[in-house]
């Protein structure tokens, strides 16, 4: 696959090591090697690229600093050599996380996630979040109620039952966490081993975790890439 990228990067060993990687790996055009943040966006200003390699920790604009400028279609692999800043990350148009030194295996494992990243980009869309009317019943101790979905918050998985949370009110559902995540989609996602989404109902995402009505819910390292690429498609 033919894909367009650049390295920003303050370190010229971590230059030469990604330059060396993609020569001897790829067949992308690595169109420019920027060692820092300023000559990375005036690249930018007159070049497309589908991504770059950005390092985290450089003068000037840190690559945190950068990312939130760069053109919005343009994607990120992170190159670092700390690992606190994963989940951060991932709250741009990251595709990938790679910590330095960069191996080759790590690096063979980056370019079948950017190649099937891109390979599936156009035809993948998001499917708008309409449940409008859509109900479900549910049976809750000795009551069967009418829940629609719009109102539900989010799914506690609890042992051997899941706790369902709307505005008003919570239902223990004798059910499996996994059987119930089969009867949804969006705006319903998987976070954690223990938690489904609603994702609509979202007040804010900070750090690790997610913040539903008065509720701090969890990512997991498992659920987090998938659930921040369905946000990133809903960012401005």
Not at 106 to 128: D, G, H, N
Not at 177 to 206: C, G, M, T, W
Request: glycine residues 2%; neutral net charge; charged residues 25%.
């Amino acid at each position: 696959m033919t894909l367009n990228c650049i390295i920003i990067d303050d370190e010229p060993d971590a230059v030469d090591l990604l330059e060396l990687l993609i020569s001897q790996s790829t067949g992308w055009n690595l169109n420019a090697k920027c060692y820092n943040a300023l000559e990375a966006l005036a690249f930018l200003k007159s070049n497309t690229v589908d991504f770059v390699f950005l390092d985290i920790n450089m003068p000037q604009l840190t690559g945190m600093e950068l990312a939130t400028l760069l053109p919005p279609q343009t994607r990120i692999v992170f190159t670092t050599a700390y690992s606190e800043y994963a989940f951060e990350s991932y709250t741009f148009q990251t595709i990938d996380y790679l910590l330095k030194p960069i191996t080759l295996k790590r690096f063979l494992a980056a370019v079948q996630k950017i190649e099937k990243y891109f390979s599936k980009r156009e035809p993948q869309q998001v499917p708008a979040a309409d449940p409008g009317r859509e109900l479900f019943f549910v049976k809750s101790g000795k009551v069967i109620k009418k829940i629609l979905l719009q109102n539900i918050l989010y799914f506690e998985g609890e042992k051997d039952y899941v706790r369902l949370v709307t505005g008003d009110e919570q239902l223990l559902i004798y059910r499996r966490l996994k059987d119930i995540e089969a009867q949804l989609k969006l705006p319903f996602v998987r976070v954690h081993n223990s938690y489904i989404i609603n994702y609509e109902q979202v007040i804010k995402i900070e750090e690790n975790h997610i913040y539903i009505a008065d509720k701090r819910i969890p990512v997991s390292d498992k659920f987090r890439e998938v659930f921040m690429e369905i946000i990133d498609k809903k960012k401005f």
